[in-house]
């Protein structure tokens, strides 16, 4: 009988088992389920001189790979999920609002415009980045690596930093973390890019420079001029050397504003800050170093604004011994926040930095009522609390 049946094709529950042990199940990932079209739609490879580019609404917050590509142009103007980029040589690639990782690998003399969640570099070398990352940005096995702040604006890119959940204004572009650093420690594997070098690396990325032959087929050249001196997200000095600035604490501004959406009036104040700069180039306002908090409560935030004043001032008297006398600041918002919210916390350094956005606050009724604003050694402490309290949420 059982002859029978194998000759029909049955067999057995135990012989099925058998088979199953023998073969096992072959396992099957997401990316081969994903159909072979959309693969290549989401991936630049083994091109050179060329311009490439993914236009709005083209990658939607799906993982996009870049590789071997040498002398190319790319412009990735989308929200993305992953992006990885191996092999790249001599290209100006920008990279939109990704809302986890970039990764850059084996790549040399490239110059990267990248707005992102997590910032990894591994074994690179010669190469600029313009960087956005709300997370400490980290290098490995790199040398000759040159960083600025983010500098880039096209039309759709403020509604991409929302869908991508990345916030303008917080952005540890030089807070640099090398796993393997030199031992020589006065030649370090990364530094920072003069104003020079920034116009220097942007020039890439200007394509009103381009002959409309280099485009690609059907790709209309005016979606492409974008405007370079215009950015979303706030142009900040390096962490390192405001730090370093012993004048800075008494020569600042803290402007605390309670609002978690990413909201129009600070973009007109930011806008407003850098007509100033430009009608009056004697003033000495920047935008030191910017936060913007996780939800948190109004007891929390009036705990790291509750700071006594850290101004002590000294004068000699009789026996040589000095008298010091504190001055405590009673600081807090007092309701400025109902239940749970997000705070934006912009630190300016400058002389003029008071006068300039105090100004600028009281013409905005939607701020003057709500907005808190320190100066000096207080308003330095005050932010770097914030800032701490950012870093222990994430880390």
Excluded at 113 to 134: A, E, G, P, W, Y
Excluded at 339 to 346: E, N, P
Excluded at 366 to 391: H, I, P, T
Aim: aromatic content about 8%; proline content about 4%.
């Amino acid at each position: 009988m059982g002859l029978i049946f194998s000759k029909l094709g049955w067999r057995s529950a135990t012989d099925k088992n058998t088979a199953a042990q023998a073969e096992p199940e072959k396992k099957v990932y997401s990316w081969d389920l994903r159909p072979s079209e959309d693969a290549q739609n989401l991936q630049f490879s083994n091109k050179a001189d060329e311009v490439l580019v993914k236009l709005p609404g083209s990658i939607n917050g799906k993982p996009f790979n870049i590789v071997n590509l040498n002398s190319c142009r790319v412009f990735l103007l989308d929200n993305m999920a992953t992006i990885n980029i191996d092999n790249c040589s001599n290209c100006a690639i920008f990279i939109g609002p990704t809302n986890q990782s970039v990764f850059i690998r084996d790549s040399t003399a490239c110059n990267f415009i990248v707005s992102c969640q997590q910032f990894r570099m591994r074994d690179c070398s010669k190469v600029n980045v313009l960087l956005h990352c709300t997370s400490q940005p980290i290098i490995e096995s790199s040398s000759k690596i040159k960083f600025a702040c983010f500098q880039f604006y096209y039309e759709a890119l403020q509604d991409q930093l929302q869908s991508a959940s990345l916030s303008p204004y917080l952005n540890y572009w030089s807070n640099i973390y090398d796993f393997s650093p030199n031992s020589d420690s006065s030649n370090p594997n990364h530094g920072y890019l003069s104003d020079e070098k920034i116009t220097e690396c942007l020039d890439f990325f200007d394509v009103s420079k381009l002959d409309a032959d280099t485009l690609p087929d059907g790709l209309d050249p005016e979606i492409l001029k974008l405007d370079l001196k215009r950015s979303c997200i706030p142009k900040t000095k390096n962490h390192a050397l405001t730090k370093s600035q012993p004048a800075l604490g008494q020569n600042c501004l803290l402007v605390v504003l309670p609002f978690g959406e990413r909201n129009e009036v600070l973009l007109r104040i930011m806008d407003r800050i850098q007509k100033t700069k430009d009608e009056n180039k004697s003033n000495d306002i920047e935008l030191a170093q910017s936060v913007e908090s996780t939800l948190m409560t109004q007891d929390e935030l009036d705990r790291l604004l509750n700071i006594p004043a850290l101004a002590l001032n000294a004068s000699k008297v009789s026996g040589g011994d000095a008298e010091i006398s504190t001055k405590r600041t009673q600081l807090n918002f007092v309701n400025k926040i109902k239940s749970r919210g997000k705070v934006i916390a912009l630190l300016f350094s400058g002389q003029s930095s008071e006068q300039i956005v105090t100004d600028l606050i009281s013409k905005e009724e939607q701020l003057k009522s709500y907005c808190f604003m320190s100066q000096g050694q207080v308003a330095d402490a005050q932010f770097e609390q914030l800032q701490n309290y950012m870093q222990m949420q994430f880390h």
